[in-house]
């Protein structure tokens, strides 16, 4: 691939992140939103460890990556450096996308 249409690859990579608010049939969301919520249920519901956790929620691409905030039971994830997501827990439903 060229330079300029690498960088335009990349430059509507960015435009289709900013426009996504809700799941559009996108791979990468799918994962990373998947990657939060899971990662949460494993950590706040099942109770596991933080590396039985990372063992549990990865997958093949490993394209998103988790952030764990225990204070106030959170996981953020990233994918690919455009996409986001979190989950929280919540004592009646357990985790929840935010």
Not at 26 to 35: C, F, H, Y
């Amino acid at each position: 691939m060229t330079r300029p249409r690498a960088l335009f690859a990349l430059f509507a990579l960015a435009l289709a992140a900013c426009n996504a608010e809700a799941y559009d049939n996108n791979d990468t969301e799918l994962a990373v939103r998947q990657k939060a919520k899971e990662m949460c249920s494993c950590l706040f519901v099942m109770e596991l460890s933080e590396q039985e956790c990372a063992a549990w929620t990865r997958v093949s691409p490993d394209v998103a990556k988790a952030t764990i905030d225990r204070e106030h039971k959170r996981v953020h994830a990233v994918a690919l450096g455009f996409w986001a997501a979190d989950a929280r827990f919540d004592g009646r439903h357990g985790c929840v996308h935010d």
